[in-house]
């Protein structure tokens, strides 16, 4: 990477192997530090090509890239064959390097290819959405669908280097915008009250001033670094990151991928506050208070989530990986940066719970 300027934002502990997360001035400079390697093959969304072409051109060599559709469809299990048998006709070896210049799906494709190709690849990682930069690029997990289940299928196989410029946040739609904002949101509330209260000062400013999306992507992979590397296998403290997401999983899945990833996490963190309100573990008021200051950040999905079948998002979340029993493992809030995992009763209490918040609180 001689040349190449950048700056060490954060180093992530792994049992595994550690890891940089590096910050570029641009998405060009990201990519071009991927020929520090001999080999590199490339895993890229096609959107990020049509809008970045000519900066991949000058990292990727001619045949090394597949490029793919970043959907939940091209997620599945059943899709993945495809890939895997294009990168070995293609050449890759276990001695060569796996990159990709994605957002959150194709990262988790990316991720579980090279924890099972070879039984191991290395890979690098250039994350081109919100979400992925300020969340999912650390963390180590990959999470794949089968059938109509959700993430049912995954690893947990950290990169060798994420490289991030934040530049190429400026291309993004602003359902992305707001989608990757969710993963923010939800960290901060876990993190206290001051810095939750901070961002939503800042969030009305972003899209006039792209510069505080940089800010607070640092200031989330900060907040989730501790999680990951105290709870590196998602056995304990680092379930509470999942705060929201036993709903809008569900949420996602019963609207067919309706709603981008983020927002259906705001949406299951109202839900779930909403339910902790309803066991009498947080005042009705700290649930109000977000409802009010979230709503510009999942309006108008409300409505579509209205409109999916209540069925299916009960069946969504009974099959979610988290549950034992008769009992929804929730993590549910006594308030700021007050989280916990606990048992809600499924059709005793979860279920009217959720009935209620959809058809009056939305």
Same mark, same amino acid.
């Given at each position: 990477?001689?040349?190449?300027?950048?700056?060490?934002?954060?180093?992530?502990?792994?049992?595994?192997?550690?890891?940089?997360?590096?910050?570029?001035?641009?998405?060009?400079?990201?990519?071009?530090?991927?020929?520090?390697?001999? %080999?590199?093959?490339?895993?890229?969304?096609?959107?990020?090509?049509?809008?970045?072409?000519?900066?991949?051109?000058?990292?990727?060599?001619?045949?090394?890239?597949?490029?793919?559709?970043?959907?939940?469809?091209?997620?599945?299990?059943?899709?993945?064959?495809?890939?895997?048998?294009?990168?070995?006709?293609?050449?890759?070896?276990?001695?060569?390097? =796996?990159?990709?210049?994605?957002?959150? !799906?194709?990262?988790?494709?990316?991720?579980?290819?090279?924890?099972?190709?070879? %039984?191991?690849?290395? =890979?690098?990682?250039?994350?081109?959405?919100?979400?992925?930069?300020?969340?999912?690029? @650390?963390?180590?997990?990959?999470?794949?669908?089968?059938?109509?289940?959700?993430?049912?299928?995954?690893?947990?196989?950290?990169?060798?280097? #994420?490289?991030?410029?934040?530049?190429?946040?400026?291309?993004?739609?602003?359902?992305? @915008?707001?989608?990757?904002?969710?993963? !923010?949101?939800?960290?901060?509330?876990?993190?206290?009250?001051?810095?939750?209260?901070?961002?939503?000062?800042?969030?009305?400013? #972003? %899209?006039?001033?792209?510069?505080?999306?940089?800010? =607070?992507?640092?200031?989330?992979?900060? #907040?989730?670094?501790?999680?990951?590397?105290?709870?590196?296998?998602? %056995?304990?403290?680092?379930?509470?990151?999942?705060?929201?997401?036993?709903?809008?999983?569900?949420?996602?899945?019963?609207?067919?991928?309706?709603?981008?990833?983020?927002?259906?996490?705001?949406?299951?963190?109202?839900?779930?506050?909403?339910?902790?309100?309803? !066991?009498?573990?947080?005042?009705?008021?700290?649930?109000?208070?977000?409802?009010?200051?979230?709503?510009? =950040?999942?309006?108008?999905?409300?409505?579509?989530?209205?409109?999916?079948?209540?069925?299916?998002?009960?069946?969504?979340?009974?099959?979610?990986?988290?549950?034992?029993?008769? !009992?929804?493992?929730?993590?549910?809030?006594?308030?700021?940066?007050?989280?916990?995992?606990?048992?809600?009763?499924?059709?005793?209490?979860?279920?009217?719970?959720?009935?209620?918040?959809?058809?009056?609180?939305?």
């Amino acid at each position: 990477m001689a040349g190449i300027p950048f700056s060490s934002l954060l180093t992530i502990k792994s049992r595994s192997h550690d890891y940089a997360v590096e910050s570029y001035p641009d998405f060009g400079a990201a990519t071009a530090s991927c020929l520090n390697h001999d %080999r590199p093959h490339w895993l890229i969304d096609s959107r990020v090509h049509e809008l970045h072409g000519p900066a991949l051109t000058l990292a990727v060599l001619p045949g090394r890239a597949v490029m793919v559709e970043a959907s939940e469809e091209r997620k599945s299990f059943e899709a993945l064959t495809p890939i895997f048998l294009e990168l070995l006709q293609r050449g890759l070896k276990r001695d060569g390097c =796996w990159w990709w210049s994605v957002g959150g !799906v194709l990262q988790d494709i990316g991720c579980f290819i090279a924890s099972v190709l070879f %039984r191991g690849l290395r =890979w690098e990682l250039v994350p081109t959405t919100l979400l992925a930069q300020a969340d999912s690029c @650390i963390g180590s997990k990959s999470s794949i669908n089968i059938g109509p289940y959700k993430n049912q299928i995954g690893t947990f196989y950290p990169p060798h280097r #994420v490289a991030l410029a934040t530049s190429v946040l400026a291309t993004l739609p602003w359902d992305e @915008i707001r989608s990757g904002l969710g993963e !923010v949101i939800k960290l901060q509330l876990l993190h206290g009250e001051a810095g939750f209260r901070e961002l939503m000062a800042d969030l009305p400013s #972003v %899209r006039d001033r792209p510069e505080l999306l940089g800010k =607070w992507v640092g200031r989330s992979l900060a #907040v989730k670094q501790p999680y990951i590397e105290e709870d590196e296998f998602d %056995r304990g403290r680092r379930n509470l990151l999942n705060y929201g997401h036993t709903f809008g999983h569900a949420y996602e899945s019963a609207t067919q991928f309706a709603i981008p990833h983020g927002i259906a996490v705001v949406l299951g963190l109202l839900t779930a506050t909403f339910v902790s309100a309803r !066991v009498g573990i947080v005042p009705r008021e700290h649930y109000l208070e977000l409802k009010g200051l979230l709503a510009p =950040w999942h309006e108008p999905y409300g409505q579509t989530l209205k409109g999916a079948p209540i069925e299916k998002i009960f069946q969504a979340i009974k099959h979610d990986k988290k549950n034992t029993g008769e !009992v929804v493992n929730c993590i549910l809030t006594r308030g700021f940066g007050q989280m916990e995992k606990r048992p809600v009763p499924f059709e005793e209490v979860l279920m009217p719970a959720v009935r209620e918040f959809i058809a009056k609180e939305l």
